[in-house]
Every structure is written in C-alpha cells, then in structure tokens.
C-alpha cells in the first residue's frame, strides 16, 4: 500500500504510478515475445547467450525484465533468432498526458 492507497489504486490513480505501469506493460510484452522468439526458432538461454556473445545470465535477466532490455541488444537478439522487432504505439489510456 501507498499511503491509504494499495498498489493497483496507485498504478491507476497518479502519474507516477501509470507511469510504472506503461513501464511494466512493456517490459512484460517484450520479453514475451523475446521468449516465444526463443521457443520458435528453438534456443535456449545458452544458445541465444553463445550467439550475442553474452553470458547466459545476461538472458536469463533479459527474459526476466531485470536488466539487458537495451533496444540495440533485443534487436540483435531477434536478428539471431530470425526474427524482426517491432514497435507500435497507440493512445495512452492516461489521462493528462498529453502537452500543450
């Protein structure tokens, strides 16, 4: 809880939190399809790992959304796997986002 809020009222309620949450949503996305990428082609986190030139670690953290998400990294990843990264954007369901 934050506050007299609990977490899902803080992620709906306040910038900050919808922020979090936009964040969080695309972590969970990309990472998804890193893993079905993965699945397709049939790597494991050692071979994905061999091709990038990383440690296995370094996809396992990458699956799990905790570090190694950089653009150049997950494209190169998708590249190896062969596929290709898309990204698409729509309107935010936040309010008062938008500047003048």
Known sequence: MIGSMTNSEWLANTAEGRIVDEQQRVIVQV???LGRAMHEAGYSNA???RELGVDRSVVTKMLRGSQGLSLER??????????????SYGP???RGTRRS
């Open 31 to 33: 990472t998804y399809a």
């Open 47 to 49: 071979d994905l790992a």
């Open 74 to 87: 997950l494209a190169y990843a998708f590249h190896v796997l062969g596929f290709s990264m898309h990204v």
């Open 92 to 94: 935010s369901k936040a």
